[in-house]
């Protein structure tokens, strides 16, 4: 008799910052790249959105877009607002800082939902203590590489605690 195997659905993550034209956008280029590396794109849905309207359709910022080039990212996702609907579309809603946290914490209409937004610096593994990725917006180029830095290690921490989880629901 042949096994049939079901198809499960991929991990999806939405990762947020304030204008999604900076920080959440370079979370998604470098998530994506880290999946792909890993032979694991087809299992992962990654996004990025900002809490304010601002900068929707426009593409990352042109010095964030060129600090990921120099690292080999591409950083080409249009800005878009988080949406409510994005807690029902995600499993992870990423925040970059404690005010991006607040806000869509304080969007969310069920401890369920609450449950799955979660900071970025939480799966930070090289970078102990710290507990943002800062906002490069207003700073100078010494801010966008810290920024790759942190994501880079912190997406590789996020990859790890999804993977275990699915291990450990896997196993039960």
Not at 2 to 11: D, G, Q, V, W
Not at 90 to 116: C, G, L, P, Q
Not at 158 to 167: A, N, P, S, W
Request: a neutral charge; one cysteine or more; aromatic letters at 8%.
């Amino acid at each position: 008799m042949t096994e049939l195997k079901t198809k499960t659905k991929p991990e999806s993550i939405l990762f947020i910052c304030l204008g999604n034209i900076c920080r959440s956008p370079a979370a998604e280029g470098i998530m994506k790249k880290k999946l792909e590396d890993r032979g694991l794109s087809d299992k992962y849905f990654v996004d990025s959105a900002g809490i304010g309207n601002w900068h929707v359709g426009q593409l990352p910022d042109i010095r964030m877009r060129r600090h990921g080039a120099a690292h080999g990212y591409t950083f080409d996702s249009r800005a878009r607002q988080f949406s409510e609907k994005d807690f029902n579309r995600f499993d992870y809603i990423v925040t970059m800082d404690a005010e991006n946290h607040s806000a869509i914490v304080s969007k969310a209409s069920t401890e369920t939902v609450r449950h799955k937004v979660v900071r970025m610096s939480q799966f930070l593994r090289e970078h102990p203590g710290i507990q943002s990725v800062p906002d490069p917006y207003y700073g100078g180029d010494n801010g966008f590489e810290l920024v790759i830095e942190l994501l880079e290690d912190a997406c590789d921490g996020l990859i790890e605690y999804i993977e275990q989880q699915k291990t450990k629901q896997t196993k039960a």
